[in-house]
């Protein structure tokens, strides 16, 4: 369950545009680089009243200096490195890292040891992002470890830290792109919607569903795909039929916007798009000479490309995209050739080129990258654009490859051969250009923790110096086990498959405890990457089962859709048939089987509980939902906006919601449960873990809630990962002792 919605509630908006910068400087075809001189500084235009639906414009706010030390900090040995973003000339890199006990912001050379850290604040970094002109790194970060964001900024030295957007405590900001100018970063921020202004402050189960939200049948098929609105400041119309009703209605005050700040503060903020109903809105990428933006919008499941004219607010284009990462594509030099990760028309995701015109129409869209049964997992291009990085997911692996894109005279921009990279570990998680013909990678897989690489004109990738080394990664004596790929067939045919993880010092067919673990999304994906809370389980003797049940990511667009409406019993089926596989093929033994799980994980696993009562010894639901109408009610709007199209309509599919939730065969339980949360999740609130937990107490069941301080839907913060994992670990070996 994940959310991209955001707040604002600063002074009005500016129609000022803020013009791009010119540079003299060339950059070979292929170069990862671009070099461009300041903005001159413009006065700010007169202020104008926000109009309806739209997310006020934020200004920047100085903040006192929160660098950190200059040294390392070294408390935690095995540490992780991610989400690199790279400076102009890529010597340098600025990144997240969790050395110090929470995900923070540093920077360093990509060779060198010497990093800093560049806000030493306590509330957990998210996103990291780099200015084109090297200027400014922007981040957001996560206020007391919730799931409300705000996007600030910091010079690369750690002095001049601002706020961007979201300085009220009750409102999220996203980061988008950067201008290629670097004088201005993207930023989304949402307006609450009146619906939600109780004393509590939830929408209630009985209020009517917002009527904007895609018409579904009693067994939730969708119907239609959710209309956008039009009017100033408006996306315009859309490529995709409304559902019945025509353009939503939208609630009083409700709405995301998406606007360009400059973090000098030199120039008003330029609005970009507003969305008066939407779960989500973000800036990809705008042409050079800022005529274009691309922007990803739309619900799970069904997220949408669009093209907009940024002086006339036009729309221009719309092409369905793939979910995963956001960062879905990016305009040629010349802003006609779009190049998209998308999955439309198609089982899995590939490399589209769409050519535009002057005016940002398309003329016409082609496959210019594709594999059979490999979803295009991340899309990257160099800076001057001509060339792209494509990391393929095969299988839950992940392959490199580099093309040249280039343009005949007279036709459409084109790819030449691809050039695999071989990788020192399973899993791409991040890739961004850093200069003439270097990468930065971020990388993960079953025997490290998270950790980032850069490559220069197709060498070897290198590991950076201050990411933690593999031997670092678990203390000695007891070595990562590296999972097998097992696979299955669910009792209605579908192949399933997923991830097993052997105890280690088990003869080969001996019966061991064994723990079905259960991954969000549900459009997540299980990848063979270290996961320390398995680490702590195969370290007591448990063995681990981490499948893909129907609905998850990685298998192409129909097994995503194979749970949708009353497809969500046959993904319950699939828990239970993932166990019966794990007996006969583990070996595990059938006596001692627990099943455990996170976010939409966690749902299946109060849901398994409850459905296959006589299947699991035990289970551990973390963040879990037990009523999906509760969960509509309590959850983030934008949230609860994008789950309707994957669970169902709220009030058109009352009773199948009912009938899938946990707490509606509650009087079924009987296995033992542990529920954790984290206290500031308002994304899956806290109180669908408590309702569990006390009505099977009240029934005599044996359960019990660990709730995590300072965190939100993620466990960010170290000290309360290792509780999480322990007290997992003893409530695991306590219940499936012999």
């Known amino acids: 369950m994940t959310g991209e919605a955001t707040t604002g509630t600063a002074p009005g908006v500016s129609d000022a545009r803020i013009p791009p910068r010119v540079s003299d400087t060339r950059t070979p075809p292929g170069a990862f680089d671009t070099r461009t001189p300041p903005l001159p500084a413009q006065e700010p235009a007169p202020p104008e009243p926000p109009e309806p639906h739209r997310a006020a414009a934020p200004a920047p706010v100085p903040l006192p200096e929160a660098e950190g030390p200059r040294d390392a900090v070294t408390r935690l040995r095995a540490h992780a490195c991610w989400y690199p973003s790279a400076d102009p000339d890529g010597t340098e890199a600025a990144f997240i890292c969790d050395r110090g006990g929470v995900p923070q912001l540093w920077a360093g050379p990509v060779d060198g040891e010497g990093v800093r850290l560049l806000d030493s604040s306590p509330d957990p970094v998210k996103e990291v992002s780099w200015s084109p002109d090297g200027r400014w ?148 990428d705008l042409t050079a000479d800022g005529r274009l933006a691309l922007l990803r919008r739309g619900p799970r499941g069904r997220r949408e490309a669009v093209v907009r004219r940024v002086v006339d607010t036009a729309t221009t284009f719309t092409l369905p995209v793939a979910d995963g990462d956001q960062w879905i594509g990016r305009f040629s030099p010349d802003g006609r050739t779009l190049w998209l990760r998308s999955d439309a028309g198609r089982e899995y995701a590939a490399l589209f080129a769409v050519a535009l015109d002057a005016d940002g129409t398309a003329l016409g869209t082609r496959v210019v990258a594709e594999r059979a049964d490999s979803d295009l997992d991340l899309l990257t291009l160099a800076h001057d654009g001509r060339t792209a990085v494509l990391a393929w997911n095969v299988r839950g692996a992940s392959e490199l490859d580099v093309v040249e894109t280039s343009a005949r005279p007279g036709a459409p921009d084109t790819t030449g051969p691809p050039r695999p990279v071989p990788l020192p570990h399973e899993v791409v998680t991040r890739i961004t250009a850093a200069g003439a013909g270097r990468l930065l990678l971020a990388l993960s897989g079953s025997q490290r923790r998270p950790g980032v690489w850069w490559a220069h004109e197709g060498v070897s990738l290198l590991r950076t110096p201050w990411s933690a080394r593999d031997e670092d990664t678990v203390p000695p004596g007891r070595p990562p086990v590296r999972p097998v790929l097992s696979r299955l067939t669910a009792r209605d045919g579908l192949p399933l498959g997923g991830w097993y993880y052997r105890a280690p010092g088990r003869a080969p067919q001996e019966p061991a405890p064994c723990v079905v673990h259960l991954h969000g999304g549900p459009e997540d994906q299980e990848r063979p990457v270290f996961d320390p809370l398995y680490h702590e389980l195969l370290g007591r003797g448990l063995d681990v089962f981490a499948p893909d049940v129907r609905g998850s990511g990685g298998h192409g667009r129909s097994f995503v859709d194979a749970d ?20 006969t093929a583990g070996p595990a033994d059938p006596t ?128 309360n990962r290792r509780l999480f994992r322990r007290a997992a670990g003893d409530w695991m070996e306590r219940h499936l002792r012999p």
């Open 592 to 719: 001692r089987l627990a099943v455990m799980g996170r976010s939409y994980g966690g749902y299946l696993t109060f849901a398994s509980l409850v459905w296959h009562p006589e299947l699991f010894r035990t289970g551990v639901a973390v963040c879990g939902m037990s009523d999906l109408l509760t969960f509509f009610a309590g959850t983030e709007p934008w949230i609860a906006e994008s789950a309707a199209h994957k669970y169902g309509h709220p009030e058109r599919d009352r009773e199948l919601l009912r009938t899938l939730s946990p707490m509606s065969r509650i009087d079924a339980l009987r296995a033992p449960l542990l529920a954790v949360h984290g206290e500031h999740d308002t994304n899956v609130p806290p109180g669908e873990s408590e309702q569990f937990v006390r009505a099977a107490r009240e029934r005599g069941v044996p359960a019990e809630l660990l709730v995590l301080r300072d965190e939100g839907h993620d466990f960010l913060r170290a000290e």
């Open 137 to 284: 790194i922007a981040y957001t970060t996560a206020p007391g470890g919730g799931e409300h964001s705000r996007v600030l900024c910091v010079r690369p030295d750690g002095t001049g830290r601002r706020l961007l957007a979201g300085a009220d405590p009750d409102t999220s900001a996203y980061l988008g792109c950067w201008a290629r100018d670097g004088s201005a970063v993207a930023v989304t921020l949402a307006a609450p919607g009146a619906s939600r202004a109780r004393r509590d402050g939830l929408r209630q189960p009985s209020d009517p569903a917002p009527a904007h939200w895609t018409a579904r049948d009693g067994r939730a098929t969708l119907l239609g795909t959710t209309a956008y609105a039009t009017g100033p400041g408006g996306l315009g119309t859309t490529a995709h039929a409304p559902g019945p009703g025509g353009t939503p209605a939208a609630r009083t005050g409700a709405g995301l916007s998406a606007y360009l700040i400059d973090p000098d503060g030199l120039a008003s903020p330029v609005l970009l798009a507003t969305e008066p109903d939407a779960p989500t809105l973000r800036v990809c």
């Open 564 to 583: 949708l409406g009353t497809g969500r019993f046959a993904a319950l089926d699939d828990v239970a048939d993932c166990a019966a596989h794990a007996v």
